[in-house]
């Protein structure tokens, strides 16, 4: 019971202290929003970044020319080689002949049909069309299959589409750090707000102590009082991500300047990046208020 | 054995300024003892040394069988809970009603509600401030706030009250009504109650036990003694 009655006190009182210390709150929850502004912007980044990367991994296709003239068995030879290379994705992996080609291309296109039907044999030539597992491979497996037999030629997209993946790579794995590095700039800022508000309260503190209260009590009120603040101050943050992102999202149409950018659908993120907000926001108020107020209670 | 016992006490403080060198003390429970001497004779480290605000560093300091000098951080707690303090600055916590300053030690115990009135009110009715309940600290006059500050140090119902120049900041009239609660509190509920004060008039007129103290050494102990004025020969 004692235990109960000290934690549901120490909540009443960092709700009180919050309200009392009014303009200290303030100003460590102006300085939690907007770190956590700063934050949302590049997780929301970091995540287009990755979806674009994966968007253009994903037409990125591999077509290999068989020679003309071959037989099943060695079409089916080649194949299962292709198959069993590490870096082809199985289940994309498809094989068109000549006659499925032919066809495709003269429901496609008339004049094309006219011109296969004055021909006595097919000019086309039958492909393997697969995907890759992992892009920056690409080369390496194309060098690989083309020494296959009856493999003629390969194409694999444009060199363009390739350099952009690995640039996209690049990006991505800035974002990462970036994200990273501006959560510790966040801690450190947080915490750093926090600290000057405490010690503005240390006073308070060392009355607590005089009249015998706990290490571990006195703690309890600001450890939640930082998580109130971090709340709080991650409100403006969540709203803007939510708002603001769906917002934009529909202002360009899903994507930008190509159909090759194609953004994260708002839905699928801006909820979990509000998430990530709210902890970080809630769990730095929590810690870097408790870290703070530590340093009064030694003797 | 004494309730308050201090053998060969040394206190030094980091700037190298000596504050006590080698008090010996015994002090019976119950007793009511005043702590003279000038400003800078040791008595606020003395009163400091026993709800261990500072730390000796030689000697032993033991109140009430604990060894306070050997105690370590994370228990202090436990030693204050038994302390009242009453200090000359009141330190009172600003953004809480009178009510709260008084009850907020019992709630920091974790005691129910009702125990906490009941105690407020009986340490309020000791001090007789019962019509400030509501106000903040900066709404009531200096011995209105001493008087909180005394029901403060005195909810616990503690077996020692330290009073650190307790009327310093207060005019004759107030420090005789100030003294005269604390004098009861003495009596009624038997706490040991340990003063240290610059105030001639009351030392003369309450004939309790005064300890005198001057750069940092014991130079007289008397039994219903007087405020004497020591000098270096």
Same mark, same amino acid.
Not at chain 1, 81 to 100: G, P, W
Not at chain 2, 60 to 83: E, F, H, Q
Not at chain 2, 148 to 172: Q, S, W
Not at chain 2, 179 to 201: A, Q
């Given at each position: 019971?004692?235990?109960?009655?000290?934690?549901?006190?120490?909540?009443?009182?960092?709700?009180?202290?919050?309200?009392?210390?009014?303009?200290?709150?303030?100003?460590?929850?102006?300085?939690?929003?907007?770190?956590?502004?700063?934050?949302?912007?590049?997780?929301?980044?970091?995540?287009?970044?990755?979806?674009?990367?994966?968007?253009?991994?994903?037409?990125?296709?591999?077509?290999?020319?068989?020679?003309?003239?071959?037989?099943?068995?060695?079409?089916?030879?080649?194949?299962?080689?292709?198959?069993?290379?590490?870096?082809?994705?199985?289940?994309?992996?498809?094989?068109?002949?000549?006659?499925?080609?032919?066809?495709?291309?003269?429901?496609?296109?008339?004049?094309?049909?006219?011109?296969?039907?004055?021909?006595?044999?097919?000019?086309?030539?039958?492909?393997?069309?697969?995907?890759?597992?992992?892009?920056?491979?690409?080369?390496?497996?194309?060098? &690989?299959?083309?020494?296959?037999?009856?493999?003629?030629? %390969?194409? +694999?997209?444009? !060199? $363009?589409?390739?350099? @952009? /993946?690995?640039?996209?790579?690049?990006?991505?794995?800035?974002?990462?750090?970036?994200?990273?590095?501006?959560?510790?700039?966040?801690?450190?800022?947080?915490?750093?707000?926090?600290?000057?508000?405490?010690?503005?309260?240390?006073?308070?503190?060392?009355?607590?102590?005089?009249?015998?209260?706990?290490?571990?009590?006195?703690?309890?009120?600001?450890?939640?009082?930082?998580?109130?603040?971090?709340?709080?101050?991650?409100?403006?943050?969540?709203?803007?991500?939510?708002?603001?992102?769906?917002?934009?999202?529909?202002?360009?149409?899903?994507?930008?300047?190509? &159909?090759?950018?194609?953004?994260?659908?708002?839905?699928? %993120?801006? +909820?979990?990046? !509000? $998430?990530?907000?709210? @902890? /970080?926001?809630?769990?730095?108020?929590?810690?870097?208020?408790?870290?703070?107020?530590?340093?009064?209670?030694?003797? | 054995?004494?309730?308050?016992?201090?053998?060969?006490?040394?206190?030094?403080?980091?700037?190298?300024?000596?504050?006590?060198?080698?008090?010996?003390?015994?002090?019976?429970?119950?007793?009511?003892?005043?702590?003279?001497?000038?400003?800078?004779?040791?008595?606020?480290?003395?009163?400091?040394?026993?709800?261990?605000?500072?730390?000796?560093?030689?000697?032993?300091?033991?109140?009430?069988?604990?060894?306070?000098?050997?105690?370590?951080?994370?228990?202090?707690?436990?030693?204050?809970?038994?302390?009242?303090?009453?200090?000359?600055?009141?330190?009172?916590?600003?953004?809480?009603?009178?009510?709260?300053?008084?009850?907020?030690?019992?709630?920091?115990?974790?005691?129910?509600?009702?125990?906490?009135?009941?105690?407020?009110?009986?340490?309020?009715?000791?001090?007789?401030?019962?019509?400030?309940?509501?106000?903040?600290?900066?709404?009531?006059?200096?011995?209105?706030?001493?008087?909180?500050?005394?029901?403060?140090?005195?909810?616990?119902?503690?077996?020692?009250?330290?009073?650190?120049?307790?009327?310093?900041?207060?005019?004759?009239?107030?420090?005789?009504?100030?003294?005269?609660?604390?004098?009861?509190?003495?009596?009624?509920?038997?706490?040991?109650?340990?003063?240290?004060?610059?105030?001639?008039?009351?030392?003369?007129?309450?004939?309790?036990?005064?300890?005198?103290?001057?750069?940092?050494?014991?130079?007289?102990?008397?039994?219903?003694?007087?405020?004497?004025?020591?000098?270096?020969?």
């Amino acid at each position: 019971m004692r235990i109960i009655r000290i934690f549901t006190r120490g909540i009443r009182v960092a709700f009180k202290s919050v309200f009392r210390n009014l303009s200290l709150s303030l100003a460590s929850i102006s300085s939690t929003s907007i770190t956590l502004v700063i934050v949302g912007l590049a997780i929301l980044f970091t995540f287009n970044v990755n979806s674009i990367t994966k968007h253009i991994e994903d037409v990125l296709t591999v077509i290999v020319f068989v020679d003309k003239n071959v037989t099943d068995e060695e079409i089916n030879d080649l194949k299962t080689k292709i198959n069993s290379n590490d870096n082809v994705n199985k289940e994309t992996l498809e094989y068109r002949s000549q006659d499925y080609l032919k066809e495709q291309l003269s429901a496609k296109d008339d004049d094309l049909k006219k011109v296969f039907e004055t021909l006595d044999t097919n000019p086309l030539q039958a492909t393997f069309v697969f995907r890759v597992s992992d892009v920056k491979k690409i080369d390496e497996t194309v060098k &690989e299959i083309e020494q296959y037999d009856h493999v003629d030629y %390969i194409k +694999y997209g444009e !060199s $363009l589409a390739s350099k @952009l /993946v690995s640039m996209l790579e690049v990006i991505r794995n800035a974002c990462v750090i970036t994200v990273i590095a501006l959560i510790l700039v966040t801690i450190f800022l947080i915490s750093n707000t926090i600290k000057i508000t405490i010690f503005s309260r240390r006073h308070e503190l060392s009355i607590m102590r005089l009249v015998g209260t706990s290490n571990t009590v006195i703690k309890l009120p600001f450890l939640f009082e930082g998580f109130i603040i971090g709340i709080i101050g991650s409100i403006i943050p969540v709203l803007l991500n939510i708002f603001g992102y769906t917002f934009f999202y529909d202002y360009v149409g899903g994507d930008l300047f190509s &159909e090759l950018i194609v953004l994260v659908n708002p839905n699928s %993120i801006v +909820y979990t990046t !509000s $998430l990530v907000l709210v @902890l /970080v926001g809630g769990l730095v108020g929590m810690f870097g208020s408790v870290n703070a107020v530590r340093r009064y209670l030694k003797i | 054995m004494a309730f308050i016992e201090l053998n060969h006490v040394f206190k030094t403080y980091k700037n190298g300024v000596s504050a006590l060198a080698d008090i010996n003390l015994q002090i019976n429970k119950g007793e009511f003892v005043f702590i003279i001497g000038e400003s800078g004779s040791g008595k606020s480290t003395l009163n400091k040394l026993l709800y261990r605000e500072e730390k000796v560093n030689k000697g032993n300091v033991m109140v009430g069988g604990v060894n306070v000098s050997k105690l370590k951080n994370g228990n202090v707690y436990k030693l204050r809970r038994k302390v009242g303090v009453v200090f000359q600055d009141f330190k009172l916590l600003p953004k809480l009603t009178v009510y709260e300053n008084i009850a907020y030690p019992l709630e920091s115990y974790g005691l129910d509600n009702k125990t906490i009135r009941e105690r407020v009110m009986e340490a309020v009715n000791r001090v007789g401030l019962k019509e400030k309940l509501r106000s903040y600290p900066d709404q009531l006059s200096g011995g209105e706030q001493q008087r909180v500050c005394i029901a403060r140090a005195i909810v616990n119902k503690p077996k020692l009250i330290i009073c650190d120049e307790p009327t310093g900041d207060l005019d004759p009239k107030m420090s005789r009504e100030i003294m005269d609660v604390i004098d009861k509190i003495n009596t009624e509920m038997g706490s040991t109650v340990i003063m240290s004060t610059h105030d001639k008039e009351i030392v003369n007129r309450m004939k309790k036990r005064v300890v005198c103290i001057h750069r940092g050494v014991v130079v007289s102990d008397q039994e219903k003694g007087k405020y004497i004025e020591y000098e270096d020969n």
